[in-house]
């Protein structure tokens, strides 16, 4: 009975479709504009557009589109979405900057112990923009 409930929660497939068009973009667009495939690319950070942010506009669209845009639930959810998007081009981006000056670093001052860290973490506005418009939509549509 539990599991049928969660086949039915529109807000979280919502969330869960928009996250999967963000992640499928920008997996296919090395190989459009590459002509290469980086499976890093299907479940990693960073890039354009925004997954974090198209799940959790997607998630809020449909939870304000089914409990009411002026529900607790839908506060709640803004608020979380704010906080996720502010990091996603804030914070995040931040230490992917940090980042790309620690492997600098490593790689030309020889410094083997260490290894090359990630570098795309965050997002820049745009890429966040552009995931929150993509989860509007799938919030709206679905």
Not at 19 to 44: L, M, N, Y
């Amino acid at each position: 009975m539990m599991f049928e409930t969660i086949l039915y929660n529109k807000p979280l497939w919502a969330a869960i479709i928009s996250w999967a068009c963000a992640q499928g973009f920008k997996t296919i667009r090395p190989i459009v504009t590459e002509g290469k495939f980086d499976a890093t690319r299907v479940v990693g950070t960073g890039g354009m557009p925004s997954s974090h942010s198209s799940l959790v506009m997607a998630l809020t669209t449909s939870v304000g589109k089914y409990y009411g845009l002026d529900s607790a639930y839908f506060a709640i959810s803004v608020i979380f979405s704010l906080v996720v998007m502010y990091d996603a081009a804030g914070i995040r981006r931040a230490a992917g900057k940090q980042a790309e000056i620690i492997n600098y670093l490593i790689e030309h001052h020889s410094l083997p112990n260490f290894e090359k860290v990630k570098e795309l973490l965050g997002h820049t506005p745009l890429e966040v923009l552009v995931g929150a418009i993509l989860g509007i939509i799938v919030g709206w549509i679905y």
